[in-house]
């Protein structure tokens, strides 16, 4: 009885792994998405606020690839110009969190017992209201925008990673190498930003790659609801939000962003749990 627990449980941590096409397959799809990004002209040539009402809400054919919106703009353009402000949010959010929560989770761990009980128990404050309320609530403090979009985010997603940088660095500082090193006199801040710091973000930053379609889906919901960039600059949660009063007449207005948003996520979270795969076994 006592060894089929451990294989119900490798098995169910194997059925979590992408199979090795899958992984090829969803970073050749992160690859595009980030090219895109960077240089929508390359697969855009049509301006995504350039209105045309003579063919507003014109299906997806010849003339427009996915379509045209209520006001004419080319659907395919728009999408393609809006994978960048969707990836930079996610990612800056997902860069602020990070951060963050290396201050909080070293803070704890390493600030004494007084400061560890008080960070986290803020910590489960924040953890117990959900990170989309949570960054609607910064959001309202701080106004709208892409940066104030940004920083709610980042903020909302804190208590998650200070808690998982606080467990490792706790394991850190109680491994073999940390002891022999104070037994040796080494200076306590040498030993954080040798040993300490980096052996604890290590695993953070594998995480943070699932972490970001995490920020992603919770930029486009906050867009969806009109708190992201201002229009007409495109972006995929604003396009879904635009779309979702024609979905009776234009279907293409509300498919094609939730699509580009899902696709992303997916592809996101693939490669992410592949390189969690790989540190974990190297690690072992």
Known sequence: MSLALPTRRSAAAR???????????AGAVLALIVLAAAAPGLFAAAPPTATDPVHALQGPGSAHLLGTDQLGRDLWSRLVHG??????????????????GAVLGL???????????????????????????LALLVITVLGTGTGNLMLAIGFALVPGYGR????????????GYVEA???????RWRLVLRHVLPNSL???????????????????????????????????????AEGRGFLETAWWLG?????????TVVAV???????????????A
């Open 164 to 175: 998982m940088v606080r467990a490792e660095a706790l394991l850190v500082r109680r491994s």
């Open 83 to 100: 994978a960048g402000p969707a990836l930079a949010i996610g990612f800056g959010s997902t860069v602020l969190a990070v951060a963050g």
């Open 15 to 25: 059925s979590l792994v992408p199979p090795p096409w899958a992984v090829l397959a």
């Open 181 to 187: 090193a104070v037994a040796l006199g080494v200076p």
């Open 202 to 240: 290590a695993p953070l930053l594998t995480l943070a790659t699932v972490g970001f379609g995490t920020a992603l889906i919770a930029a486009s919901a906050l867009s969806f609801l009109g708190l992201g960039p201002r229009p007409p600059s495109p972006e995929w949660g604003a396009m879904l």
């Open 107 to 133: 803070a704890a761990a390493l600030g004494g017992r007084f400061a560890d009980q008080v960070l986290m128990r803020a910590a489960d404050v924040l953890l117990a209201l959900p990170a989309t309320l």
């Open 269 to 283: 979270t693939v490669v992410g749990r592949h390189l969690q795969q790989r540190f974990t076994r190297r690690s």
């Open 255 to 263: 498919v094609f962003p939730g699509a580009a948003v899902t696709v």
